[in-house]
């Protein structure tokens, strides 16, 4: 957790790592996405990236590579629809 986030001028990562295993409730799914869409939504200065949790893990987006509201259109697109 970054408790000077308004001074800090280094860069941070954060990666988020889904469960689409499938031993992830729907209920537990969705707040999951939710949480993402919360912390897309508020990050500053930070590289992201996602992992689905598949057989064999996936990494789903490169982190770094994309804007903020890139990341954000990925997680509704992507999750929203699909585990997988």
């Not at 308004?6 to 954060?14: F, K, L, P, Y």
């Not at 992830?24 to 869409?37: A, C, H, P």
């Not at 893990?57 to 629809?81: A, C, D, N, W």
Request: charged share 25%.
């Amino acid at each position: 957790m970054c408790l000077d986030c308004d001074t800090t001028v280094e860069g941070r990562s954060i990666v988020f790592v889904m469960d689409s295993s499938g031993t992830v409730q729907d209920s537990g799914w969705e707040k999951q996405i939710g949480f993402m869409n919360t912390i897309a939504s508020n990050i500053k200065n930070a590289r992201t990236g996602i992992v689905k949790m598949l057989e064999p893990p996936v990494v789903s987006l490169e982190m770094g590579q994309h804007s903020k509201e890139e990341l954000r259109i990925y997680i509704v697109l992507s999750f929203r629809t699909s585990r997988r």
